[in-house]
Every structure is written in C-alpha cells, then in structure tokens.
C-alpha cells in the first residue's frame, strides 16, 4: 500500500496539518512505535493482532475445510469481528463460491437467506470466540434446524471458529466438528489474518499464503518515522486532521468489490478509537456512486471531514461502446476504467480545490496479496492512531451495557440493565 | 409514521434540546410550513417534490412497464437520486423479480452483473433527467451491446425515464420506447414517488396505489407545529441536535431490507442540507449489525452525534429452535423476532443510560403503503431541516465542479477544471 497525504496539508487544506506539525508529530510517532515493537514482542493483547501474517498457519485452515471441498456455497455465521474480516475478503476477491453472511438477525431476510442456499452443495462457517453470543448461537440454531430439515447432515458442513472453552467449543468435541481457534491475544476486529477471517477464503479456493505475504511486507515498513511507513504515514494523518477538526472520516473505495473493506474499515477506527469521548467517527463511502449522493457534503458542508481514497489498478477493463450522439461522442473513445480513474481524478481535485482535506490509498490491484497488505497496514494504523490518542484501542467496554439488557429482556437471568428499558422517556408524536 | 424524540430531550441527553426550546422552534416551524404551503401551491422548484403523491400517475407507470411484463430481472442504469428511491422501495418489498442497480462504472463489477442475468427475461430501465450523465449512459452502452451481443433486441425490453429533451428524449423517440417523464421541479433524491423510483416498483409488481397512498395519509400531517406532524417533529429535532452539536446523524434500521433506505436518506439528508458549511452529516448504519461495530464510538466517543432508529414490525417471524447448552437455554423460548426486538430496545436504553442523544421512527410494517409514508416523512422533514438552517434545500452545485473536471479528462471538450488535477501536491510514502 502506498499513501499519498498531500492534500491534508494546511498549506492545501483546512483543517490541515503543516508540515512543521508533522514533524514534531513524528516524535510521538516513533515513541508509540516503540511501544507498538514492544507489544509485538511481548506478545501482549492487541498488538498480538500484528504478527498474525507470522502466526496464521494456512494448512490447519485449509486441513479443517478439507470436509467441505465440495461446497458450491458458503454460509458464515458470526457478526461485528467474526464477520467483517471474512466477508471483506471474500468480497474483495472473485470466487465461484455463493458465500452469505448472517451477521443480523431479521427473521424475514434470514428465512429467504437459508431458502435460496443448496443446502447439500453449503458449508457452514460458524464463528464466536465466547461460543454465547446471542446473535450468532441463535442464527447457527435457526442453521441447523434448516439443513435437519433438509435432511442434510450439518455435523458434516460444519467448521467451528472458536476460544478454548464454551458451548461451541464442546459441540465442535461432540460431533468431531473441524475446528479452529480465535487467537488470543487479537480482538475481533483484528482477526481478519487469522482463521477468523481465512476459513471463508480457503473455502471459496483463496491464496492464503499471498494474504499472510502480503500483511508481512507490510510489517516490514513499520518503523519509527511515519515518513518511511505508510501505514503510519495514514494513523498520523488522520489523528492529526481529528485533533484539528476533522471529527469525520469518510472512507470511499472507487471498486465496488472494496465496499465491504469499508464497513471493515468502519468498525476497526470506531470500535478501537471509540472512547473517553474521542475517536474520529468513520462513514462509508463508495466512489463514483456516493459522488451522486455525498461530495455536496463533503464539498460544501462543515469542515469537519477527512476524505479517505482508497484505488486499486483494475483487473478486467471494459470499452464502452461508440455512439453517434453527438453529446455522449467523447465517451466512445474510453473504458469504464477511463471513466472510473478520471471520476475519482475529478473528485480528489474537486475537494482540493475546495480546500477540503483528503488522503489517497493505493493499491495495485485486487488481489490476495495487495489485500492482505491493506488490511494489515489499516490495522496498524489504528494501532498507531490509538497510541497516539491515548486509548485503550482493545477494549470495547460500551457494547457490554446492551448485550445485559438484551439478555434480560429475553429472561436469561436478572440484569439491572434491562428495567431501565421499560423507564423510556417518550415525546411521540403520531400520524 | 410515528416518531418518538423523547430521547432527544435536555433532561435526557447531552447534547439534547429542552421541552422550552422547541417550543421557541415552533414559531420558525410555523413560518416554514406557511412558506412549505406556499411553495406547494405554487409548485415551486423543490416544493413540487412534496405534491407528487398526488400528481404521480401509477396508470401511465403500469402502461409503460407492460411491454416487459414477462420481465424475470430488471436493470436499472441510473446514478444517485436517478436510482436510490427504486433501490429503496424494491429492496424494502419481497418480489420475485431479479433486480439489480447499475450505479457505478467498475468495469469488473458490471461485467459479473451482466453475466449472471437471463438477458432475454431481463428489462431495462434507464434514468437520467438531462439523458447526459456520464456514468449512466457509459452504463446504457454496454448494457445495449450486452443485449445485442446475446442478440436480444434491446429496444423490446427498454423504458425510458428522462426530462423533456436530451439524448435519452430523442433516442426514446428514435426507437418508439416506452417513456415517462422526470417530473419538473422535482430533484432526484427527492423524485422516488414519481416514475423515477417507481418504475422499478411497478415491474416488480408493487402496489403503485398504495405508495401514494401511504405518502399522501403523511402529506395530511403536515401542519403549523412540530407537536402535529411527525415529519416536521423529526426535521426540527434533527436541526436542533445539529445546533447543539451532533453534526452527525446516524440513522440505524432494524431490518436488513431496510438498509438501502438509510442510503436513500443519506443523499437526501447530505445533499439537501450540506452547503454553506452546514449540515448534518448523515452515516448509515443496521441494527443490530452495527451494535457490533458503531455502538462503542457511539456511547463512548465524542458527543457529537444523533442516532435515528428505525423499526418496523416483521411480516414473518422464526422461532428459535430450543438447545440443552445451559448457557443458551433462554434463547429457546424466544423468535428471531423476540431477539430483534430485545435488541433494539437495549441498544436504545443504553444510548440513552449514558446520555447520548436518539430518536425513534416507527412503522407498523414493511409493506408498501408504510414505505410511502416513510419516504415522504423524510422528504417533507429534509425540506423543513432546510427552511430552518435558511440553505438552498433543492441546489447542488458543489457536484459540478467534479463533473466538469471529468469531461475534461476524458478529452469531453476543454474544461480549466480539468488542469487542476495536474496540479495535485504529493507527499507520497511508499512501501
């Protein structure tokens, strides 16, 4: 990955940052790297998230798919870190493979979900480190009861991504389910290199090795200067417009397939940044659609956002057809990728010519590789932007509160949390 | 619809607005819905949006769309508010009807999507006002050369919505296609209960009636004061908040099939009201997806934000099958449903136990005489919102820029935008 911060200059920008600034920035820098090699090392929680391209071995993971080498379609269950990693992979990559996620838990869309799946031809791609989270035991219930159903085995389809202990820990011993582990160490969020995020990959036929090569080129860049790293050269940046008013970060992929990176995206700097009040809020954004629907906004609105540009070379390209309309003529000489790479040209110009901060991401292409390195240099940059913050990026204690009240409300034991449901303070007003 | 903003209340929230001062508000509110009413009966530029519910005819729509009744999949070509309130409406509705949205230029992309569609079954619905959008007709000709390619005679299977004149006008003529109009004074992200959001509706067999209907029951509501009129009740709470300082409005439905109206109210909400360095700036999120990703930042990050929920009841529950796991056991007496419900209700109670600023809309269903009402809701609440902040609700003229920019570059005629992306400052730091 290679970043590009011109454009968040102050001398191109406001809010921007000086060049004067950064350098006194890349001080904190290199003490939080510091810091960041020393987590690494010590294997200590979180930062255990960066040497997952070293950690991950491929061949348990494509040992415990082995089972369902068959599937046509691929069913994961899990949601939030156990969902997004894998998703934006398989997303990202071309497959044969029909992949769903069941990441929420609307009846409705769930039973269309299971009746569109060949549910002897599926795999099931179950994922929980605690083996309880509501969400995912209840969809994997609901799974089950369908292939049974069916009369298909699930025992057969079934691999398991799990913690040491927990109920889907001793199903997976009761049935001889493969099974994988969540890493200790890497909050969900972070787990996209390790099985909890590569089972979908091996499944859909993936290179596993070029994700993890990937991620390990770029844990080679991480040094103490955000000059020589891209990864830091982006957590810095961003921290830096936040601190000057950039509140916002719009993230805006220009490929449809990279859409997913940014919901990935938007849960890492949310959930890892999120707290004592601070943290950059993320929104997610997809070129050239979201220039018909944001860049108003983005252009003309506060000036309280960072544009993030993440382009990727094309893999396929296609012409676009001549025509004799004398107004369209100029369009007949070009392909969609012309189009697509002079759209986001005329956006990132069009923001900087507002004054309007904005940093671009490259990658060369979609592939396994470039993917990996991506998604391992958002990692540490947030890693980074943590630090620099002065959060405790691996923790997500305000998710706790509403996960009590849900479980008391449904009557799985008294939750204080739950009666202050009924207490609502309520203004309606009615059709 | 039914909004709830007791949660938005001063005694309830930080930030929040006092019961005192939205009684102040509701003076402008009366001066606005006077200028609202005006507009209306003048049929005024924008205004005009909030009258379609009566002067959309679903008869002349059905007409249009019986040439393709034995359509099995729909494409629609269009960009921004030329496609959102389709994708909204046929996302939102169950039909059988394959429906895919060509509003991006990603060669690889649209290549996959054409190849997996049944061309001869497939209709074609084709939107742009001025019939010169870029990436819509770059869309159009390789759709047609797909049908041709596959030697289906594209001109059987096209409608065409388009303004009175322009290429897609003449090409309709050309051909003897089906053609409906973008009805004048009506933006794009305000024109989905015209034939530009219901053509879709009306090939995927939707009830056209019952659309407008359900807008026109909201259209009765409005009225001088933000206490009779939930769209007004939400329009000015949202305003408020954003004054107070939650410049973001997230708004968070809890059915997957209602994912796409939050992106159909992000263009309404940053397009309408982000200029002059105002405006909220809209994220999209889904519950209870998201309570897995946003809802830490959301608690816990800075107070600058309005969460907007949004609930419907479900057409069709599932019950969760029962297990003997100990742990899990409470889930077994309970539907998807149930949990969706528990869901919602702890996310709301825990915003609001840690002050955090939301609001609640509800519909009774999703079906399409709610859906009318939903969009309409949100249109007559953006109109109001601009009223208030004193913006230029129905301009967009920071999108220009970029448009230019882009001709330029694909050599479209000379345009000094275009030398600006040259110019571009780099400070690049490369792996």
């Avoid at 480190?129 to 049974?148: I, M, P, W």
């Avoid at 990937?214 to 955000?226: H, I, K, P, Q, Y």
């Amino acid at each position: 990955m290679n970043v590009d911060i011109g454009n968040a200059l102050a001398s191109e920008a406001s809010p921007g940052v000086s060049r004067a600034s950064l350098e006194r920035l890349d001080e904190q820098v290199a003490e939080a790297h510091e810091r960041i090699e020393r987590g690494m090392e010590n294997a200590e929680h979180g930062y255990e998230a960066l040497n997952l391209p070293e950690r991950t071995d491929p061949d348990e993971i494509r040992a415990a798919v082995e089972p369902v080498a068959d599937a046509e379609a691929l069913v994961t269950v899990g949601i939030g870190g156990s969902s997004l990693g894998a998703a934006t992979i398989v997303d990202a990559l071309e497959s044969d493979t029909e992949t769903v996620f069941l990441d929420n838990v609307d009846p409705d869309w769930i039973s269309r979900r299971l009746e569109s799946l060949p549910l002897e031809k599926t795999a099931i791609n179950v994922v929980s480190r605690s083996g309880t989270t509501a969400e995912t035991l209840a969809n994997f219930l609901v799974v089950r009861e369908a292939f049974d159903s069916a009369g298909v085995d699930w025992t057969e389809r079934t691999i398991v991504t799990t913690g040491d202990a927990g109920p889907l820990c001793d199903l997976a011993d009761r049935h001889d389910l493969p099974s994988l582990k969540v890493p200790d160490g890497v909050p969900g969020r972070f787990s996209a290199l390790s099985a909890v995020g590569m089972v979908a990959a091996a499944v859909c036929g993936h290179d596993l090795e070029a994700l993890l090569e990937g991620a390990a080129a770029e844990r080679e860049t991480l040094a103490g200067s955000l000059f020589d790293c891209p990864a830091y050269a982006y957590g810095a940046t961003a921290y830096a417009l936040d601190q000057r008013g950039a509140g916002t970060n719009a993230v805006m992929p220009y490929a449809e397939s990279l859409e997913t990176f940014a919901e990935w995206f938007a849960q890492l700097w949310a959930e890892s940044l999120g707290k004592d009040e601070l943290g950059q809020t993320p929104v997610r954004a997809l070129g050239v659609t979201d220039q018909h629907s944001q860049l108003q906004l983005y252009r003309a609105g506060p000036r309280d956002k960072l544009v993030t540009f993440l382009i990727a070379g094309t893999n396929e390209d296609r012409p676009i057809p001549e025509t004799q309309v004398e107004d369209l003529a100029y369009l007949g000489d070009s392909t969609l990728g012309d189009l697509l790479k002079a759209e986001f040209e005329a956006t990132e110009a069009s923001l900087a010519a507002a004054g309007r901060p904005n940093v671009r991401l490259e990658i060369e292409q979609i592939d396994e590789y470039e993917l990996g390195g991506l998604l391992y240099s958002m990692e540490a940059a947030c890693v980074l932007a943590g630090e620099l913050y002065g959060v405790n990026t691996f923790e997500q204690p305000a998710v706790e509160w509403a996960k009590k009240a849900t479980r008391g409300l449904l009557g799985g034991g008294e939750f204080e949390e739950a009666n202050a449901v009924a207490e609502k303070t309520e203004l309606r007003v009615e059709r």
